[in-house]
């Protein structure tokens, strides 16, 4: 079976696809990636092999923008109609609600099969932060609900996300599937820096690691560190900054002016590797998430890779991160939003080794035995296989 991935964006990196690639690979299926990137002519393609996937990468840059909104999706259709035939795609597996929805007309003409993979609540996207809009809200909702009902099954990244799905467009649940952000070896065979290490080794060091913004709960993590300046030991670092916008100004600023400094550090983008290094460092880690309907159905990432390095977490009250840290007992969990309440927990593992052991312990038991790749790879695979036996009925037919 060929199956043809598809994402807008430069494949590598992006972490979950590169994951699913593996996990299909592995299972003697053939991929072929569609990597949509940006900055270069329309009509360019170039083909190379990475990690078992044939990737294909095309671009669309439209200075116009109106030209760019009307011609983006129609393009994307020739070029996903292309890359079937090129191919001769099986089935496509399209990353993210943009992306799945252009794939839906190329999928009816050719007559394969349409898994959407949905990594995010994408219409709920639309209504946080600055620029929300109720009219994208509703415009991306009608999407979703069209791509949810025609795709031959949807793929979301936990339990709480599909309810939602389930709850917003009344389908049939049986065809989603749940294949979490879990850990995936990412950190096999990595050595720890030990000059980062070493940086911290006085400290009692509390690390964030990811984008840094309000609604990943950053504003509330500098003012919790506001309730701790008598514990000189304790520091909050935070990694993620890929350039010195407003939104980093802004939270910069709230550290000059309650004076903690010593206290909140601010670590530009890491690759992987280094991000290894960092957790490895630190006393625990923090998911300060923002309590919204996209962060109550997420899965991110760092909350495995925490739990994989033996660290204990401290979340907010997400329901579908808090249900995990609850569960397992790998971690505190506090109201999102309420910096006193994440200064105590903070305080609770500053004063506690013993607790933070047995917590990061059962964190990596955790990953080892369920919130890994080979667990939600072969939920992923299961439904190829579905898949890969219903051609075979249709071709005898």
Not at 65 to 87: C, E, G, H, N, S
Not at 159 to 171: L, N, T
Not at 191 to 209: G, H, P, Q, T
């Amino acid at each position: 079976m060929n199956i043809g991935m598809i994402l807008d964006g430069e494949y590598p990196p992006d972490i979950r696809v590169e994951k699913e690639c593996s996990a299909l690979s592995k299972n003697g299926l053939n991929i072929f990636v569609l990597s949509c990137i940006k900055g270069q002519k329309p009509y360019i393609k170039i083909e190379k092999k990475y990690k078992n996937a044939t990737v294909c990468y095309t671009a669309f840059d439209y200075p116009d923008k109106i030209r760019k909104i009307l011609r983006r999706r129609t393009l994307l259709q020739r070029k996903i109609l292309q890359f079937i035939d090129d191919y001769k795609i099986d089935v496509i597996h399209a990353h993210d609600l943009p992306v799945a929805n252009a794939a839906l007309k190329p999928a009816r003409i050719k007559k394969i099969l349409l898994v959407s993979d949905l990594h995010e609540n994408y219409p709920y996207c639309q209504i946080i932060g600055r620029r929300k809009s109720i009219l994208k809200f509703k415009r991306w909702f009608r999407i979703e609900k069209r791509v949810v009902r025609k795709s031959n099954f949807v793929i979301t990244t936990c339990d709480e996300m599909k309810k939602r799905i389930v709850y917003d467009h009344s389908i049939n649940p049986r065809k989603i599937i749940v294949v979490s952000n879990v850990y995936g070896d990412e950190f096999e065979n990595i050595k720890v820096d030990e000059s980062i290490v070493n940086k911290y080794k006085n400290r009692k060091m509390f690390l964030y690691a990811g984008v840094i913004n309000t609604r990943k709960g950053c504003k509330t993590l500098i003012e919790a560190a506001c309730y701790l300046k008598q514990y000189p030991e304790i520091l909050l670092c935070l990694v993620g900054v890929s350039k010195i916008d407003e939104k980093i100004r802004k939270l910069q600023d709230m550290v000059s002016c309650r004076k903690i400094e010593n206290q909140v550090e601010f670590v530009q983008w890491q690759p992987s590797d280094r991000i290894y290094s960092y957790i490895m460092a630190s006393h625990a880690c923090i998911v300060p998430f923002e309590r919204n309907i996209q962060n109550d159905c997420s899965s991110p990432h760092k909350l495995f890779q925490y739990m994989a390095c033996g660290k204990p977490v401290i979340v907010s009250d997400c329901p579908s991160i808090a249900n995990i840290v609850k569960k397992n007992n790998c971690g505190l969990v506090f109201e999102g939003g309420n910096s006193r309440d994440l200064a105590e927990k903070m305080l609770v593992l500053y004063k506690n080794s013993h607790m933070c052991s047995v917590m990061g312990k059962n964190g990596r038991d955790m990953v080892e035995h369920r919130y890994n790749f080979k667990v939600e790879g072969e939920k992923l695979f299961n439904l190829y296989r579905k898949m890969v036996h219903s051609l075979c009925y249709n071709k005898k037919e």
